[in-house]
Structures are given as C-alpha cells and as structure tokens.
C-alpha cells in the first residue's frame, strides 16, 4: 500500500495486462474469418480460452487498482476508468460464456497450460466472492444486464467438482518441489518419506486447474521471460554457499514469514503438517547465515512453496533441479521452470464450502493432511483458507473481502514484529502513518502509473487516496 520512490513502478504490470487484453479482442474480433478448425468443439475451447483470459487479467487489475479503462475492441481508445459493475459484469459475462460453451471434456484430454471450462467455474467463484464480498453486494452483475447468483455459482463448482477429473494430490507435500526426485532424498525434511512432486520430469498436477507454465530453454539474448521469475523472488537474499541454506537457492529475499503467521499457525492447528510443509524453519539449516546482503529484512522463517529449489550433485550444489531435470542452464536466474500455480482444486472445494456454509469440501481438505472433520463456521473457513492456501498469492483479497475491520486487525498483526534489518534487530515498520491508516485511505488499491494518467491526457483519474508524499525513500 505503498510505493518505493517510483509512482511508475507497477506500469510493466499495466502495459502487460493490456497486451493480453488486446491479443484476447484480436482473436474474439477475428475467429469467425478463420478456418480448419477440427470441429466445433475445438472453435469453442479457443474463444472460451480468450474470453477467460481477458477476465482473467480484468480481475488481476480491479484487484490492484479498483478500475480501470475496460478496452473491448482493438481500435485505439482513451477511456476513462470503467465503473466497478461494467468491469465486473464484462468479467461475469465472458466467464459465463466460456463456461456455457467449452467443452466438458476432463483435464486430462486437453492440453497442460491451457484454460478450460473447469478454471472458468473456479474464476467466476474467485470474483463472485471478491466482488460480492468486498463491495457489500448479493450477486454478480452481468454485461447488459442480469446478475449471478450464489446457487448459480455453486451448480458450476459442483460439476468442477464432479466431472472436470481434477482431484487433491494424495500428500500435500507433494505439490511443492522441494520433494523433486534430485532434492527428495538429500533434505532432512523429506528424506526416506516416499515423496514424489507430481511435476517431475513435466508431470502434470491433477490439482491444478490454471497455471502459468515455463520454457526450459531461457537465455539474456531473447527469453528472460520464460524463466519462473517468481521463484528467483523467493529465493534467499545474498551470495553464501548455496550449501548453507539447501534446499532453498539464492534470490531476491521476498520470502521472510511473519512470526505472527506462524505463531497464529501453531496455536490455531498445532498438528497441522502444512505449516512445516509451507514454512522453512531457518534455525534448522546449521550453517544458513543472516545479513548478507543490504535491503534485507529477515525472520527466523522462510517460506519454501514458491521459493527457488537447488539439489546436490555430487559435492556441488547447483542452481536449479531443472539442470539435471531438464538440461537448463546452471544459472540463478535462468533455470527455474516449476509451474506458477493460480488456481488449485483444493480452494474449489474451499469456496464451495463457503458458498454453501457446509463443511464437508473443507473437512476433504482437511483430511488430505491429517487433521479432524469440523463444523461449518465463517472462522474456521477463513482459516482454512489461510493456512491451506498460504504463500499463493490469495490471501490479499481474502482479506480485502472479509471486511475493512478484518483487513486492517490483520495488518496491524504484522507491524512492530520482531526482525533483523541489514543484520541488525529491529522492528517492522509501516510507513505512511501504519497499515491502518494506509489502508483505510486506498483500500488496498495501488496507485495508476503516472505516466498513464499523462498519456490520457487527464482522462484518467488518479486511485483514491495516492498522493507524492505516499511514496517512501528507504527501507528505515
């Protein structure tokens, strides 16, 4: 909820999502002029795919700046921002044609990567409990007119459920890489436990439903891209042995876990396996060494579900599982190629619980890893959702639509904690006058690149509650 000196630093982000807009109205403008379908049905996967991703990166953008511009033809326009129920209702209506007419084929016949009648169920559930939630409404506004309802939303979960072949992965550790056949063996936490990642050697998870996918064949000359940049965020900050810190590699340092997550984990389910399957407990790892680098701020935990995997080979550790795996390059930022999961079967069966206060989806989550059926409640959902889904980049708008008390208790959870700044103790600071006030002020919505509001010559309006001085200049 702020901004590091830069008001233009998230425009990669704007520019990106844009492109990905205008490439899905180029296809939707021109499909019909085309020709050699194979059949009808493939026709339809194909629009369903670019109606899905156009809602796909709406949602990504009403999520981070409340509205924006909504741009559905490839002709140059200026637009101002949309209202909140056109974007919403152009995100419902694409979602519910997709859904209407892609095919039911299970996962499995249809090719890994690709956006199916099941990912469009779960992302209409994933913006109909935002939407609904965060702006105080009963039901989800379609494009010209009419709504969705809660009980339509359940049907679609039920048949995701039912029929799209997706299923939860026998171990929960199992989805995470660290359990890859060239690290399994050599980590104190998974050895000799009969693991196995349900992606080696490009094996296709059965729990997810969308995913970003990498190529293993990235290079500076012409594909950084398609490298899994994310996991070199999560990776940990600084230039020691990668010896010292196995089985997470080197990165920017992004991964630190607040104490009070997992002092709130602990307490809340202290035979929950998912906490040591999610969180890396830095005391373990004998020769890890804090502050090597500057701009770090550390905890004595590190999250390892996202996070870069280096295995052993021989006496040498190296960059990547994906060398040996794959053949990639031994190199820190280029040969990450694990999938980037968004959209996973196990938070299907969570808002289904939800959306049908019944806990039976949620208790099949909770056995999966061991734990005792429980009662339907608001508290025990959310905390489901916190603890199963934790690190996944769901947690944000989780909070957002909980209510602004919620938002903001939770927050405030994080200011004052206990950290190591650059080595040295120290407390976590919020800047801005604290995360309350940040939050009450914008809301959780991120300031528009300036640069855009330039470029539309003021037709753009600025996010509520951004001014230049809620930029910061260090990390003290």
Known sequence: MMLYTDENINEVFWKERYKGVFRANSFLENVDRCSGFKDENEKNQLIGEALFLRAFFYYEMASFWGTVPLVLKTESENNPRATVEELYGQMASDLKKAIEIMPSLPYTQI????????????????IYLFYTGFYGKSSLPLAGGGSIESAQVVTWLEECISSSGHQLVDDYRNLWAYTNRFTVDDYTYTKGKGLKWVENDGGVNPETLFAIKYSNFASFQTTTGYANKFNLFFGIRGGQPLKNTFPIGRGWGCGPVSTALYEDWKNAEPNDMRREASIQTLAELPNYKTGQQQFTQETPYHQKKNA???????????????????????????????????????????????????????????????????????????????WELAFEGVRWNDMRRYGESYAVKALAAQQDIEILCQNKPDRNKAFGGGYAVRYNACKGFYKIPQTQINLSGGVLVQTEGWSSSDLYTGWK
Do not use: C
């Open 308 to 386: 870069v995997i280096t295995p052993v080979q021989g006496q040498t550790n190296i960059f990547s599982y994906s060398v040996p795996m794959y053949g990639t390059q031994n190199h820190m930022q280029l040969g990450h190629t694990q999938d980037l999961v968004l959209i996973r079967f196990a938070d299907v069966l969570l808002m289904h619980s939800e959306l049908t206060k019944n806990a039976a989806s949620m208790n099949l989550v909770r056995q999966r890893v061991g734990l005792p059926a429980v009662a339907y409640s608001e508290d025990a959902l959310r905390n489901e959702r916190r």
């Open 111 to 126: 090719e890994a990567g690709r956006a199916t009648k099941w990912s469009s169920q779960a992302l209409m559930a994933r």
